[in-house]
Nanobody, 123 residues
Framework: QVQLVESGGGLVQAGGSLRLSCTAS????????MAWFRQAPGKQREFVAA????????YYATSVKGRFTISRDNAKNTVYLQMNSLKPEDSAIYYC????????????????WGQGTQVTVSS
């Protein structure tokens, strides 16, 4: 059982930056594909970014490509999401997820989830 804990969310003005972190309890963290999803009120959970187990490959949703960067530190069991040039439409609860399939962009393909961290971007 992998436990994931996100942090780093908050309130930021449009154009600003935030860095989200997600730390896993599992010693075999490095074997998992890690991803970030987000969910705004009244909307479905949507894929944001994913990174392969050894950090060799990453993949982004079109809406965030060029603004967000996913990275991981397997020695620290942590995955990050650097978010730059934030827009009000980026406001959502952000979740990290762990799975074994590359590249998986739908929530049902991830077995483990964090509790989420709120990101609010003011205009």
């Amino acid at each position: 059982q992998v436990q994931l804990v996100e942090s780093g969310g908050g309130l930021v003005q449009a154009g600003g930056s935030l860095r989200l972190s997600c730390t896993a309890s599992e010693r075999t963290f490095s074997r998992y594909v890690m991803a970030w999803f987000r969910q705004a009120p009244g909307k479905q959970r949507e894929f944001v970014a994913a990174i392969s187990s050894r950090s060799s490959t990453d993949y982004y949703a079109t809406s965030v490509k060029g603004r967000f960067t996913i990275s991981r530190d397997n020695a620290k069991n942590t995955v990050y999401l650097q978010m730059n040039s934030l827009k009000p439409e980026d406001s959502a609860i952000y979740y990290c997820a762990a799975g074994l399939r590359w590249v998986a962009t739908t929530p049902d393909l991830y077995a483990y989830w964090g509790q989420g961290t709120q990101v609010t971007v003011s205009s």
